[in-house]
């Protein structure tokens, strides 16, 4: 309809509203996939970052995958995607950080409806010995006794949160948690630290809630049916570091990973879904073959395998996972 016409004339609404379903059809006919980003397969109170789907859910997205969806490993549809061969309602399923969950509840599953996945891994936590940051600022914040107030040093002078309230301890969590995200590793490793004496103790790692041994590795990997790729070193926002500090985060797990399990490691993962101009030419450069750092959303046929989106899947029951799903399959 709006062929021959100079699109850039047309008022914007006109031109989405009569682009949109053009979009539509492309989707449904032509190619589509999806990529879903889990964390944890725990029971969601394992988490208050919403970061665990409970193994029934689990189970049921899986049923529904396996019988409804054309799944396969993440490099299948990278490389489909680079030559145009993506066939329809293609999802690749992956879960990001390295949780022992992965391993415990998540691989048997994977195996009984055999379902692919890939786990991307922050190798600065594989072993499990120290908790990863987030998990430990929860428990540093919502547990056990705490002072009244928080009075925390970071770059731009003291910030202060009242701390006297169980609702004020978590607003707190929040705040501190949007703080910590977006600083390079050695300043949230300094205000980990800060915290640790406002709290007056280092908590113990929660054998439920770390990373992976190496040993787990291996485990994890020991067929084809899962895989692993990068999650930079420290899980670092990409955006906080300069070049060179950013390139050795990308590449960094690559060796690690493929040293510990003797097997090459094409596939990245950005922490935070966050991109930086440079960040897919650093995963190619790397070495990688695959990158996820392409925001959210769904994939189509053109898109580049080093700009992959993605998006989470959240705990929910079959219902909402199949119209997620399909959302994310049709537009
Ligand atoms: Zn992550």
Redesign the pocket.
């Known amino acids: 309809m709006l062929r021959g016409l100079p699109a850039r004339t047309l008022p914007q609404r006109v031109v989405r509203a009569a682009t949109r379903p053009l979009r539509v059809l492309r989707r449904r006919w032509v190619a589509g996939g999806a990529i879903l980003t889990y ?1 944890r397969v725990a029971e969601p109170g394992s988490s208050p970052f919403g970061l665990s789907v409970s193994p029934n859910h689990f189970e049921a997205h899986l049923a529904y995958l396996s019988t409804r969806c054309r799944v396969m490993p993440l490099l299948e549809m990278a490389r489909r995607l680079a030559c145009d061969d993506l066939p329809p309602r293609s999802v690749a399923v992956t879960f ?2 390295g949780y022992v969950d992965n391993l415990r509840n998540a691989r048997p599953l994977l195996e009984r409806y055999e379902v692919p996945g890939t786990v ?1 891994v ?1 190798t600065g936590y594989i072993g499990g010995e120290r908790a990863f940051w987030w998990d430990e600022l929860a428990t540093l914040m919502l547990e056990g006794a705490v002072p009244a107030e928080l009075a925390l040093p970071l770059g731009d002078g003291t910030r202060r949160w009242p701390t006297d309230t169980p609702p004020a301890r978590r607003a707190a969590m929040w705040a501190v948690h949007g703080i910590l995200r977006d600083l390079a590793p050695t300043a949230r490793e300094s205000t980990l630290d800060a915290l640790r004496r406002w709290a007056g103790h280092a908590p113990r790692v929660d054998d439920a809630s770390r990373a992976m041994t190496a040993d787990e590795l291996r485990v994890l990997v020991r067929d084809d049916l899962v895989d692993v790729g990068g ?1 930079t070193v420290a ?1 670092a926002a990409l955006s906080a570091l300069d070049a060179d500090a950013r390139a050795v985060e990308i590449a960094a797990p690559r060796e690690v990973l493929g040293r510990l399990l003797a097997r090459p490691i094409e596939a990245h ?1 950005h ?2 879904g966050i991109d930086t101009d440079d960040a897919a030419e650093l995963a190619v450069r790397a070495g990688y073959s695959a990158a996820c750092a392409g925001g959210i959303g769904s994939v189509e046929a053109g898109d580049d395998p080093m700009r992959l989106p993605r998006f989470t899947v959240h705990d929910c029951d079959a219902g909402t996972f199949r119209r997620v799903v399909e959302h994310h399959l049709v537009d």
């Open positions: 964390h990001d950080d991307f922050a999650h899980h993962a922490p935070y």
